[in-house]
């Protein structure tokens, strides 16, 4: 059992994403039972050059970030909860920073995808071309429990960056090298821990202790019939005091009500999985 200590947290938070991620810091301190401080990176604390030369991700690099976080943070931090901005804490953070294994490096939240997004194919088909290389279960690195005191200890740096050498083309830069160089020592969290928005999770309570992970439903951007006020969604927006009524929301409600009508739409029936109780 550790001692209670520091919960630290490290977001990247450049250009607009700086405010979502604030919103994310907000929400982890609001009923945490230890301590929590938050470091956000952003460009003047990371070497742009060093992450861009690695590509981007969004339109930004500050990404990868989370593979180097043994080098930005100070040497004194032994844990670090790395996560996306746009993650929305639920309950006591505290509850996730005592599930640390000193038998892992990293500890990564469960992954899924919308039908429409491509990630597992541009990953299966980069894998095929490369044989040699095993990620094991491919886990989501938006939500990641690091324990820097092992990684430092260990020298994964020197494999981390290794990997980033030998493979410059490989997808999903951050999420494959961790899948890849921490196969035997990483594992997942409970899947409460990085619940994706749009998944079907009737078996969490988003008013109990969890993490909800806003993968391709951005909640600060409502546009387009199929970008309505689900519950999680309401939920991220009143934590960020932005608006969470209208005609979004009636309709999101309506079509709970009457989901066997929207079910031939694959893009509206993953935004609306949650409605299907």
């Known amino acids: 059992m550790m001692e209670r200590d520091i919960i630290h947290i490290a977001i990247p938070a450049v250009g607009e994403y700086r405010r979502w991620a604030e919103v994310a810091a907000q929400s982890a301190r609001r009923v945490a039972s230890s301590p929590v401080e938050v470091h956000l990176l952003d460009w003047s604390n990371v070497d742009r050059a060093k992450m861009e030369a690695f590509g981007e991700w969004h339109g ?4 990868w970030s989370r593979l180097f976080l043994d080098e930005l943070l100070p040497c004194d931090i032994d844990w670090v909860i790395s996560c996306d901005a746009d993650i929305l804490y639920r309950g006591d953070i505290a509850k996730l920073w005592a599930l640390r294994d000193e038998r892992y490096v990293v500890m990564m939240s469960r992954d899924s ?4 997004r491509k990630f597992h194919p541009v990953i299966e088909q980069w894998l095929g071309t490369h044989p040699e290389v095993d990620a094991g279960d491919i ?3 938006g939500l990641t429990l690091i324990n820097l005191r092992k990684w430092r200890a260990e020298g994964w740096q020197r494999r981390v960056k290794e990997f980033i050498v030998k493979y410059p083309d490989v997808p999903f830069l951050d999420q494959m090298a961790l899948n890849v160089v921490f196969r035997d020592c990483k594992t997942a969290l409970p899947r409460e821990w990085g619940c994706f928005s749009g998944d079907r999770n ?3 309570d988003y ?3 969890c993490a909800i992970h806003y993968v391709g439903d951005t909640p600060w951007k409502r546009k387009g019939t199929t970008r309505l006020m689900s519950d999680a969604v309401v939920l991220w927006r009143k934590e960020a005091g ?3 009524g209208g005609w979004r929301r009636w309709l999101w409600l309506a079509l709970r009500a009457t989901s066997p009508l929207w079910r031939w739409n694959k893009s509206m029936a993953w935004h609306f999985r949650t409605a299907i109780r």
């Open 242 to 244: 932005m608006r969470c």
């Open 60 to 63: 930004s690099a500050i990404a």
């Open 202 to 204: 009737e078996d969490i």
């Open 207 to 209: 008013n109990g202790d």
């Open 113 to 116: 995808q919308p039908p429409w």
């Open 139 to 141: 886990l989501c690195s």
